[in-house]
């Protein structure tokens, strides 16, 4: 996560900078995220209550991971 990588469509734009990503949704459809390692371990779960947030991952090892929105129930 050491590399500035942006990942945009039309409803997500995820941007590496540094030590932290800035998520932004495009609505509020997400109740919270996980990351996992390639592993498969998770790293870290949390909840969204905001469009845009950022994830502090200067504990992160390099690495790739991968991040999973989870939308809210009906």
């Not at 947030?53 to 999973?68: E, H, L, P, R």
Request: charged share 15%; no cysteine; net charge neutral.
């Amino acid at each position: 996560i050491n590399s500035p990588i942006a990942t945009n469509n039309n409803d997500i734009s995820i941007i590496n900078n540094n030590d932290r990503l800035r998520i932004d949704l495009k609505d509020n459809t997400f109740s919270y995220f996980e990351i996992y390692n390639t592993s498969g371990q998770l790293i870290l779960k949390s909840t969204i209550n905001e469009q845009t947030f950022n994830v502090n991952t200067s504990k992160f090892s390099s690495g790739i991971y991968i991040i999973q929105l989870i939308g809210k129930s009906s």
